[in-house]
């Protein structure tokens, strides 16, 4: 009995000196999105468009879940998970009949937390990054989901200071082929992202200059053939590898060692990137509102012909009424020369595949729902544009409106697409959209797109609503510039489809 009674006090005293644990509040939130679209991909198949694979009709679903895991005010994390996009009888993304293929991602997983006795706050972990934009919403050179470290703190009510390291790759160079087992796989690889922001804040008045530097390992995107041959920029890990090469590359891309191109290149060092830029928005003069962004890059590699440098702006001016917001857009993005040996003269950018560009519905990524977007392309670079809009424009209770008409053009020298096209049928760039540094439809200055949206909200229910949407691009594109849609240039046959792209698209969401 008295060891007994020994072995319950030596409990007691483990159980009582057990720390405390405190309660964790699980928080979720999420949407669901069915979308039923008929539309046509427009000019050139499989350059501009939704995916020329897609079917004229499609029917998709999508559905996103946040799942918040919350200690205290100081101490959080949060997962995030994406089911889909899902194709309604498409076997690779769980469509089709039985629905059991594996489409679930993991778009975000980071902690939250307070260094104590301050207002500093870190987070940790793969997150939503992006550099502010009080125009569009969106930064044409950073806006995704990306690993990294990013600290925030207020100095006061007025200025405040945010720094950041994200690694968008690293140990992905797999040196080996067939016949031979490399040494030096994932050496040298790494992108790495260094930035900060200054968001000042005042009555009426919001700025914050920005800067951000990468380093950019010279086998970051290289991949090894089974021949012995390699890919300087055909690391296909993934698409996003090749689409982050798309922005810090020349319009032409990788080509051959007869060609202007970069797979010639042998890098052997890092690249640098840099980039500088503020915006500004002015509410001062309530219900009168101008925002302003101002922004340049470059990225300089070991082949002064793979050096891309370049500035972008834009223009938001709006006016609040009882009726709606009537507002004007304009932006203006450097364009290339016809010179392939002296680099791009376009802004490089390292990601602008996420979030919504206020400017664009159609012609550039600004859907709100999952319809097909991106007819010219992710990336405003080389493009100039203005365009009126009038938005949350209300007859009916719980249905909006809104009415978008964009004028684009492009800023590229088409001297540079006459060049390409005398290389040969293995050049006839920008037919080839697949190739590594084509990100987008390339206009010159001859080219002139109009872009029409109508976009319409219906609130059912508190969490529930119905989206038409109908959008419309017609383009008129140089004749000389192909060698050209009208004519041949050096024997190069250039005849396309030159149909004009427009999508309808009924969207359903639900959100809590």
Request: proline residues 3%; negative net charge; aromatic residues 12%.
């Amino acid at each position: 009995m008295r060891k007994l009674a020994t072995l319950l006090i030596a409990a007691g005293l483990v159980l009582g000196m057990a720390p405390k644990a405190d309660a964790i509040d699980f928080k979720a939130k999420g949407n669901w999105m069915m979308d039923f679209e008929v539309g046509n991909n427009g000019k050139f198949t499989k350059t501009t468009g939704y995916n020329g694979k897609e079917d004229q009709f499609e029917a998709k679903q999508r559905v996103r879940l946040w799942l918040d895991a919350v200690a205290s005010e100081n101490l959080s994390g949060q997962v995030y998970f994406e089911i889909g996009k899902t194709t309604w009888g498409q076997n690779s993304n769980s469509g089709a009949l039985g629905a059991d293929d594996t489409c679930i991602k993991v778009r975000r997983a980071y902690i939250d937390w307070m260094i104590p006795e301050t207002d500093v706050k870190v987070r940790m972990g793969i997150q939503g990054l992006g550099l502010p934009s009080y125009t569009m919403g969106k930064s044409q050179i950073m806006e995704d989901d990306v690993a990294g470290v990013t600290v925030s703190a207020n100095f006061n009510d007025n200025v405040g200071l945010t720094v950041f390291w994200a690694r968008p790759y690293n140990d992905n160079f797999d040196d080996s082929y067939e016949g031979y087992t490399g040494h030096n796989s994932n050496f040298m690889d790494n992108v790495d992202a260094f930035g900060l922001v200054i968001p000042l804040s005042f009555d009426g008045v919001k700025i914050a200059p920005y800067g951000m530097m990468a380093a950019i390992g010279p086998n970051a995107f290289k991949k090894w053939n089974s021949d012995g041959s390699y890919d300087r920029f055909g690391n296909t890990k993934g698409t996003s590898v090749s689409q982050m090469a798309n922005g810090l590359l020349p319009a032409w891309g990788v080509m051959g060692s007869n060609g202007a191109g970069a797979n010639d290149a042998k890098l052997t060092s890092y690249a640098t990137a840099w980039w500088a830029g503020v915006t500004a928005d002015i509410t001062a003069f309530d219900p009168f509102r101008i925002a302003v962004d101002v922004m340049g890059g470059g990225v300089s590699w070991d082949k002064s012909r793979l050096n891309r440098a370049g500035w972008m702006a834009t223009l938001l001016m709006e006016y609040k009424t009882d009726f709606g917001i009537p507002g004007l857009v304009a932006w203006y993005a450097s364009g290339d020369d016809d010179d392939l040996g002296n680099g791009s003269e376009r802004m490089p950018y390292l990601s602008v595949s996420n979030g919504d560009n206020d400017f664009s519905p159609y012609a550039f990524d600004g859907g709100k729902y999952i319809a097909r977007e991106g007819v010219i392309g992710s990336s405003m670079t080389g493009t100039w544009g203005v365009g009126l809009r009038i938005k949350d424009v209300s007859f009916v209770e719980n249905l909006k409106h809104a009415l978008r008409v964009n004028l684009i053009g492009g800023t590229n020298d088409p001297g540079v697409l006459k060049k390409l096209y005398r290389m040969g049928d293995n050049y006839q760039y920008p037919v080839n959209k697949n190739a590594v540094g084509v990100e987008n439809l390339y206009m010159t200055k001859g080219d002139t797109a109009l872009e029409l949206a109508l976009s319409n909200e219906y609130k059912m229910y508190e969490n529930f609503t119905i989206a038409l949407d109908a959008s419309y691009v017609a383009m008129w594109m140089s004749n000389d510039k192909y060698g050209g849609v009208k004519k041949q240039l050096s024997g190069v046959s250039t005849k396309h489809d030159v149909r004009d792209a427009w999508n309808i698209a009924v969207s359903f969401a639900y959100e809590f």
